[in-house]
């Protein structure tokens, strides 16, 4: 039987975890074998159900129980469900639960970029992206759009971020990613090249190829560099790379959005030879 739980105190340290922990406090640093997250919305849930996810508890809309939540509450046994109706949720939590359903889950343990590379013909690397709405987005074109893997620099945002993984639809569950270890771009660039991935900068510069140049294409594996929004790539990591490549515009246009230029990256990058 499900182990249903009305929410009648809102102070119950039972709930911090959706109202009141933030979202360091959420990763846990000092203590990582009980960081979590939260994984937003039926879809995203089951997404991370699927990749292995340990849920710690449910906090949802009541009429979601025997509606579009069913099966998440069949599959997390005797778990908490904690309920109420929609404002009263809103109120708990500050805001407003997409598709009303909330889930508490345990992070799970990041591979080592050797072990996601290893047989990756097409990766991205993201350099320091800060904004979790454009690093959900990035993921989602890149699980759709043929990328093998995702690689974040240390400064980064949290790829697990409850933004971020809802932007992503749950993607964030089924491409793999990992953040890199070391200095950037100098052990990094290193680390890819060990791998036997050339390297394209993504970068406003003259001195570029067009994305269209065959020689990308051809290269067996090909490592994808995004820069931070605004300043973009830092000139390090462009003068090390091996490519530093355009996007041709039109109309005055001189820059997208880091995540529309990573759809239109990914999209022409990982065509068939």
């Not at 932007?167 to 953040?179: A, R």
């Not at 990094?188 to 067009?210: C, I, N, P, Q, Y």
């Not at 041709?248 to 239109?264: E, F, R, T, Y």
């Amino acid at each position: 039987m499900p182990n249903i739980i009305e929410i009648t105190d809102f102070e119950s340290p039972d709930l911090d975890v959706y109202a009141r922990l933030t979202e360091n406090q959420l990763v846990n640093r000092a203590d990582p074998a009980n960081a979590l997250f939260i994984a937003e919305s039926p879809n995203v849930i089951h997404r991370a159900l699927d990749a292995g996810c340990i849920p710690v508890s449910l906090l949802l809309e009541r009429r979601h129980i025997e509606g579009q939540a069913r099966s998440i509450v069949e599959r997390i046994g005797d778990l908490p469900i904690y309920t109420a109706p929609l404002p009263v949720l809103t109120q708990l939590t500050g805001f407003p639960l997409t598709r009303g359903v909330l889930c508490a889950m345990r992070r799970p343990k990041l591979p080592k970029p050797e072990e996601i590379c290893r047989d990756a013909r097409r990766v991205a690397v993201l350099e320091n992206v800060m904004n979790p709405t454009n690093l959900g987005a990035i993921f989602r074109s890149a699980a759709a759009l043929n990328m093998d893997a995702v690689l974040l620099t240390p400064a980064c945002t949290d790829a697990l971020y409850r933004r971020c993984v809802r932007v992503s639809m749950g993607t964030v569950f089924q491409i793999p990613w990992t953040y890199l270890e070391g200095s950037w771009p100098e052990e990094g660039m290193s680390l890819l090249r060990s791998l036997g991935f050339k390297t394209a900068s993504m970068a406003l510069r003259e001195d570029t190829v067009s994305i269209d140049d065959p020689r990308l294409l051809a290269e067996p594996k090909l490592a994808v560099l995004l820069g931070t929004e605004g300043d973009g790539l830092a000139d390090t990591t462009i003068a090390s790379s091996d490519y530093t490549v355009k996007i041709p515009m039109s109309h005055g246009v001189d820059s997208l959005n880091v995540a529309a230029a990573s759809a239109v990256a990914f999209y022409q990058l990982c065509k068939p030879m």
